[in-house]
């Protein structure tokens, strides 16, 4: 007997990321209050910047902004990793 699938990997792909417990907390609430899921949300969100929604690169535009100003926590995480990197590097 053939083993059964669980997981379609070729029609859909996971995402995983990682936010702020105050943010993600505020935004699932506001989602559930609209009657939508995080899922709905993301994969609208997705589905628009891949279409070249405006609006989305208006926002695309925006983060890449707030990044190289060093105003994003991913952003500052890069900064902080590659100090530590020419630390190490520096020590060898």
């Known amino acids: 007997m053939p083993a059964t699938r669980k997981y379609d990997f070729n029609g859909r792909k996971s995402v995983h990321i990682h936010l702020e417990k105050k943010f993600h907390g505020a935004f699932r609430a506001k989602l559930?209050?609209?009657?939508?899921?995080?899922?709905?949300?993301?994969?609208?969100?997705?589905?628009?910047?891949?279409?070249?929604?405006?609006?989305?690169?208006?926002?695309?535009?925006?983060?890449?902004?707030?990044?190289?100003a060093g105003e994003?926590?991913?952003?500052?995480?890069?900064?902080?990793s590659i100090y530590e990197i020419i630390k190490k590097d520096r020590k060898n």
């Open 72 to 80: 994003l926590s991913a952003a500052k995480e890069e900064i902080e």
């Open 32 to 68: 559930l209050s609209c009657g939508i899921t995080m899922q709905d949300a993301l994969e609208e969100c997705a589905i628009r910047i891949a279409e070249n929604d405006s609006y989305m690169e208006k926002l695309l535009n925006e983060i890449l902004d707030k990044k190289a």
